[in-house]
């Protein structure tokens, strides 16, 4: 296996690594033959952002007694402590995803908040998105 950092991760990977997969329905399921047979029932669900599978065998008293996942290529490749939370969350901010960074720029609109009795503007900024119509 390759490994990687988290400055290399594919984006749909690194969204799933910050703030978790997006679980759907799986409609294709590839159920394990021994759990299925063993258990009540279970869940089959995908997540709709990477595609990681997620399949929940479901015991006579309704508990999840097996969970197993299939991860697509290159979702576990992260090396040493790239992959804790934080760290994923710093590539947010490298990247500009999903993340609405504080700042304060001189006052240019109406967006303003006091800051410790000085008036300050509040400004979110992300990449590639127009602001103030330019
Ligand atoms: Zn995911």
Same mark, same amino acid.
């Given at each position: 296996?390759?490994?990687?950092?988290?400055?290399? !991760?594919? =984006?749909?990977? #690194? @969204?799933?690594?910050? @703030?978790?997969?997006? &679980? /759907?329905? #799986?409609?294709?399921? $590839?159920?394990?033959?021994? !759990? &299925?047979?063993t258990s009540k029932g279970a869940l089959a669900l995908r997540c709709?952002?990477?595609?990681?599978?997620?399949? $929940?065998? @479901?015991?006579? /008293? !309704?508990?999840?007694?097996?969970?197993?996942?299939k991860y697509p290529k290159n979702y576990q490749t992260i090396q040493? $402590? $790239? &992959?804790?939370?934080?760290?994923?969350?710093?590539? #947010?901010?490298r990247r500009s995803l999903l993340v609405h960074p504080y700042t304060?720029?001189?006052? =240019?609109? /109406?967006?303003?908040?006091?800051?410790?009795?000085?008036?300050?503007?509040?400004?979110?900024?992300?990449?590639?998105?127009?602001?103030?119509?330019?």
């Amino acid at each position: 296996m390759e490994y990687m950092t988290a400055r290399e !991760l594919e =984006t749909q990977y #690194l @969204i799933c690594r910050s @703030i978790g997969h997006a &679980w /759907d329905e #799986l409609p294709n399921a $590839d159920f394990s033959a021994e !759990l &299925w047979r063993t258990s009540k029932g279970a869940l089959a669900l995908r997540c709709a952002r990477c595609y990681a599978e997620r399949y $929940d065998y @479901i015991g006579s /008293d !309704l508990s999840v007694v097996a969970r197993r996942y299939k991860y697509p290529k290159n979702y576990q490749t992260i090396q040493g $402590d $790239d &992959w804790r939370r934080p760290a994923m969350r710093f590539e #947010l901010f490298r990247r500009s995803l999903l993340v609405h960074p504080y700042t304060r720029r001189a006052a =240019t609109s /109406d967006t303003k908040a006091s800051v410790n009795g000085k008036t300050a503007p509040l400004v979110a900024t992300r990449k590639g998105r127009a602001r103030n119509g330019n």
